[in-house]
């Protein structure tokens, strides 16, 4: 499966690092809330297995499934929720775990949706940014890395459900997507 990357964008180490950084400010401006830490799957698997664990507030752990993609690597612009949440948002504190931000349009709908739904306050909190593919503009409090328009795996990100489960963020060779 290594042998299909192309280049190491981000170790896991490099991970590990920013993943904390992200907690310790996420734990200091929600020391006195007890918010629903909310994961969008799949793509966020790991990383909110991985931040939820650096977390020392009172939260609560939630999922939902949002579909934008298909198998491809570009967004299809529609949204459908496959797997709403199990929690009532309504009157929470909510912080989103997403993967990664592209168009923006997978998250704007998340956000409006949450909000619809009563909730007090939506946040939303990032590993991976790509600022140049924006469509929709979204308010993202919390990221760790900015990158180029590079196709990610890795990390719980995927091509074609593939992938996922590589601890490092990489690229692919032009010649997998053939
Ligand atoms: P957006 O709606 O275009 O912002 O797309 C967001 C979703 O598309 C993310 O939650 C990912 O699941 C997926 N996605 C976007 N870029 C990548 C990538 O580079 N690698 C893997 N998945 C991606
Ligand atoms: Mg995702």
Request: glycine fraction near 6%; proline fraction near 3%.
């Given at each position: 499966?290594?042998?299909?990357i192309e ?154 459900n593939k ?16």
């Amino acid at each position: 499966m290594t042998n299909d990357i192309e280049k190491v964008l981000f170790s896991a180490n490099q991970i590990d690092l920013a993943v904390n950084k992200l907690a310790v400010k996420i734990n200091e401006d929600y020391k006195d809330d007890k918010p629903i830490v909310l994961g969008l799957l799949t793509g966020c698997f790991i990383f909110i297995s991985d931040i939820v664990r650096k977390l020392n507030i009172s939260c609560q752990i939630d999922f939902m499934c949002v579909r934008s993609y298909g198998s491809g690597t570009v967004s299809t612009g529609s949204v459908n929720i496959t797997k709403p949440m199990t929690m009532s948002p309504k009157g929470r504190k909510i912080i989103i775990m997403e993967d990664i931000i592209d168009s923006g349009i997978t998250l704007s709908y998340v956000v409006k949706y949450l909000y619809e739904q009563g909730a007090a306050d939506v946040k939303i909190c990032t590993l991976l940014n790509k600022p140049s593919r924006r469509q929709v503009q979204v308010d993202i409090t919390y990221s760790a890395f900015d990158i180029d328009n590079d196709f990610v795996v890795g990390y719980g990100m995927d091509y074609n459900n593939k992938y996922r489960n590589l601890p490092f963020i990489g690229v692919l060779k032009e010649e997998i997507y053939l």
